[in-house]
Every structure is written in C-alpha cells, then in structure tokens.
C-alpha cells in the first residue's frame, strides 16, 4: 500500500493495536560520523540546491512554485498562497539551518521545480523534550508529479538533519500516512459572508438570505476586553511563562524559550499577529491570543483572485474568558480586513468554535511523527503543536 513509507521509521498500520510496543523512539540514534554523507541520487535531469531564502530571487522562485503548484482544497478552488515574508519567517527561526531548506532544480535550465524544508524545534511528548525537525512546504512541480521524487526528498531532509544529531521530526498533511497521531478538523468563521459566497468558500445556509446571513456574522467594532493590546518585545518574558505554563497541559507541544516566543509570537505584519491583555490595575499580563496569515489564491473567479484567512495560532487564556479572548481575536481579524478566521479543534478551540460560530471545514490535517512511536493516537484536544 505505501511502499515507501512501510520502510519509514514510523507507527505502521500493522502494529496499530499493538499496545505492547514501547513509546518512544523507534529506532535508535547512530554516530553522525556513520551517516551518509552525500547526497540522495535525484534523477539525471535534476540537481539539488540549497535555498537561500535570504536571497530575493532565490525567495520568489521558491514562492512562485509554491504560489503555483502547493496544497489545493478537495475542489481544486482554493490554493495556499504563502507570502515572501512569511516563507521567510517560517523558515528562519532561532537556530536554523540553511542546508535543511532544500530545492531541485532541472540541471538545463536551472528551473526550480521541486521544495522541502525543515527547522529546527525542541517537543515534548509526555515528559521528555525532544530535540525535532518541523517538515514542512513539500512541493512537486505538477508536471512532475507520480516520478517519486517526493520519497527522495524526504530521505534528503532526513539525512541533513541527521547530520545535526537530530533523529526525530513533526509533520502534517492532509492525506493520511503510516500514521497519525492525531487528526484535527479546520473550523472555519465568516468575517466577509458576502466575499466567501461568492467565490464559493461558503454556501449559503438553508432559509437563509444574503442579509440575513451578514447580520449572524456581525462582530463589534472594537473589542471588548479591557487592556487588550497588540504584543510587544517587553511582554516576551510574560508571553513565554503564561505559554510555557498552558502547554505543559498537553501530551504533544512545543518547548518554546524566550527566544522561541521572541520570534513565533512577535508580531510581523501581514505574517503573525498577537495580543495581550494587560491588567489595568496590576499591569500583569494575563491573558494572550494570536494568529498568522495565509492567504490562499482563488482559482478560476472572474471577480477575485485571492482569500485573505487569519489561522488561530496559540492562545492561553488565564484571567479572560477564552470566549471573550477569542471573540476580540475575531474582532480585530475584521478589522484587517480578513475574510475568514481559521482554526483547528486542538488545544481547548472546542470550547469557543460552535460558540462564536465556526462551522466545520471540509479539511482534515493529520499530524504526525518521525521515529517516535506513541502508545495510541491522541485526541485532538490533547495535541498543543500548531504547524505553520
Ligand atoms: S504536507 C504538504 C504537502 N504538499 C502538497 O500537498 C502540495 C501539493 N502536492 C505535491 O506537491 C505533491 O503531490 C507531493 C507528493 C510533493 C506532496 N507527506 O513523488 P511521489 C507520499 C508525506 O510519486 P507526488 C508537508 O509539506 C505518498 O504516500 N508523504 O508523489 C509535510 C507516496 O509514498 P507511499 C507524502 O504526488 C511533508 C509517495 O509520497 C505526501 O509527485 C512531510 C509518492 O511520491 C505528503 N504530504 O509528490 C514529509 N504526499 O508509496 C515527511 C504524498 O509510501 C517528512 N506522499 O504511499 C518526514 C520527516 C523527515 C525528517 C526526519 C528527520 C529525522
Ligand atoms: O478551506 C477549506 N475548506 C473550505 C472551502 C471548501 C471549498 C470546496 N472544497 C470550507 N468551507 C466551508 C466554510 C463554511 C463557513 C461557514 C460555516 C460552515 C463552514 O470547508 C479546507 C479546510 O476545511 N482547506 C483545505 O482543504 C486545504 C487543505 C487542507 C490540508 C492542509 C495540508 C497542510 C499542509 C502541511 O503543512
């Protein structure tokens, strides 16, 4: 059935049921003086390039392949457009390794046809904090799909992050692999009905008319919780206790620093958004939502050509309500003029969803780990990893 993920080091279907293994890695580390120390072979006509995704041109190439060629939802309507500045983002973090963001190109005309990318990412399961890869931006050119190039590149990346004493990695996707640890739905809340009907985002509900529909997604002009504000570099250290404190409550998380929090939480226009709430009286810091922005292109409207979609990232709500936390973050989407706000049923979203009136997507994302096997797979509720 996978013939090249049956010789993978991952949870295989077979041993399912099997609660008898072991959790923890599936195969043991080797000396990174013993790993492979050349490249995979590609076939003759391509070669391997590392991108410097610091280099403009380098960076547009990388985005226009993906801008052309990256995830699709089930319809073929929508496609993930990822920005220059956010490739970039997600790419750089602290620690990074340029060798881990790897191209193919057609050996002829240096054309760039085919992406992966890891970096670098300390995650707790359970107790332990394991040093990881986070994979990410898997792409093949749509001509050259089916050839099994993607198998290559998986073992590329593996062996770049070997090189670095680094023997397990996280991953999503939205087809199901040997095997996922956990699956989340997307939810989905209307900011702009109007715009997502017409390019076929939504439909529009039964016994429901146009206005109708506008008024039941209506949100207040300005949000509500008193010292809401956006993050800025002094709330770091606060950001970082209140996240580190919430996440310890999950069985799958990051092990975020302040460093960590530094770069993934601090806003970046256009790319990541986040507020605190500060307390008038005592000035802590008690409360803290975010998100990111991927846009997607819409594929084949006479009247738009692009989505603009606010992806919940990570929220910790300790004095605030989440409802009233999250309602804000929907409030201030609006106000940038976004057209939906995403989010997945993991960490404690179920509480607010159906609330502040998300409806289910027709997405699924399973998430997955490299070389690390888990006793059974988790509930989406369990999960506190937010993939970019
Ligand atoms: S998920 C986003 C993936 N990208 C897209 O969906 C964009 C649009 N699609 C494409 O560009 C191509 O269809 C891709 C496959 C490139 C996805 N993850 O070359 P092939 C297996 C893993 O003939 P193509 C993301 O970025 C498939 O089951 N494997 O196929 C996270 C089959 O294997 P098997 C996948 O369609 C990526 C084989 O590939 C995926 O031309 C995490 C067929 O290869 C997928 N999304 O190309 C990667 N899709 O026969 C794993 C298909 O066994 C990282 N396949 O069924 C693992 C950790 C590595 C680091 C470890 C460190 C220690
Ligand atoms: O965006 C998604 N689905 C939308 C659009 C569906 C268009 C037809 N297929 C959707 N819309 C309904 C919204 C509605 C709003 C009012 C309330 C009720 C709901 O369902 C889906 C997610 O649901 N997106 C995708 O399918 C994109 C791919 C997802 C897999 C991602 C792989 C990740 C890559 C790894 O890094």
């Not at 120390?37 to 993906?66: F, G, M």
């Not at 801008?67 to 973090?93: H, I, Q």
């Not at 997945?344 to 509480?351: I, K, Q, S, T």
Request: glycine share 4%; hydrophobic share 40%.
């Amino acid at each position: 059935r996978h013939r090249f993920w049956e010789t993978q080091p991952v949870g295989q279907f077979k041993d399912a049921r099997d609660g008898s293994l072991p959790e923890g890695p599936i195969e043991p580390p080797i000396p990174v003086s013993a790993v492979k120390q050349e490249p995979y072979n590609l076939p003759a006509l391509y070669e391997w390039t590392t991108c410097d995704i610091d280099d403009d041109q380098t960076c547009a190439e990388v985005y226009n392949l993906l801008t052309n060629n990256y995830v699709e939802d089930d319809e073929n309507m929508f496609r993930f457009n990822y920005s220059k500045e956010f490739l970039r983002w997600a790419l750089r973090p602290p620690g990074y390794f340029k060798a881990w963001h790897i191209g193919v190109r057609v050996k002829a005309t240096k054309k760039l046809v085919a992406f992966i990318t890891g970096v670098p990412a300390r995650i707790r399961v359970r107790d332990e904090a394991v040093r990881m890869a986070e994979v990410n931006f898997l792409c093949v050119h749509k001509k050259l799909r089916s050839k099994r190039l993607a198998p290559v590149m998986i073992k590329e990346v593996t062996r770049r992050v070997h090189l670095e004493n680094i023997w397990q990695a996280a991953y999503t996707a939205g087809v199901v692999l040997p095997t996922p640890i956990t699956t989340c739905r997307y939810w989905h809340r209307s900011l702009n009905p109007k715009k997502l009907i017409d390019v076929g985002f939504s439909r529009l509900g039964a016994r429901m008319t146009m206005s109708r529909t506008i008024r039941l997604y209506k949100l207040p002009e300005a949000t509500v919780t008193p010292g809401f504000r956006k993050m800025e570099l002094r709330d770091v250290a606060a950001v970082t206790r209140l996240l580190r404190d919430y996440l310890s409550q999950f069985v799958v998380a990051p092990d975020f620093d302040e460093n960590d929090v530094e770069h993934w939480l601090l806003p970046l226009e256009n790319v990541v958004d986040s507020f605190v709430v500060e307390s008038p009286e005592t000035h802590e810091v008690t409360d803290f939502c975010s998100f990111y922005s991927l846009p997607s292109s819409i594929l084949n409207n006479p009247n738009y050509s692009g989505l603009k979609a606010a992806y919940s990232y990570y929220n910790v709500a300790m004095r605030t309500p989440l409802l009233q936390l999250m309602n804000d973050a929907l409030i201030v989407a609006k106000q940038k003029d976004y057209d939906v706000f995403n989010a997945l049923d993991l960490m404690h979203n179920e509480v607010f969803l159906k609330e502040l009136k998300f409806g289910p997507g027709d997405g699924q994302l399973h998430y997955y780990l490299y070389n690390y096997r888990l006793r059974s797979a988790l509930q989406p509720s369990e999960l506190g990893l937010v993939l970019l």
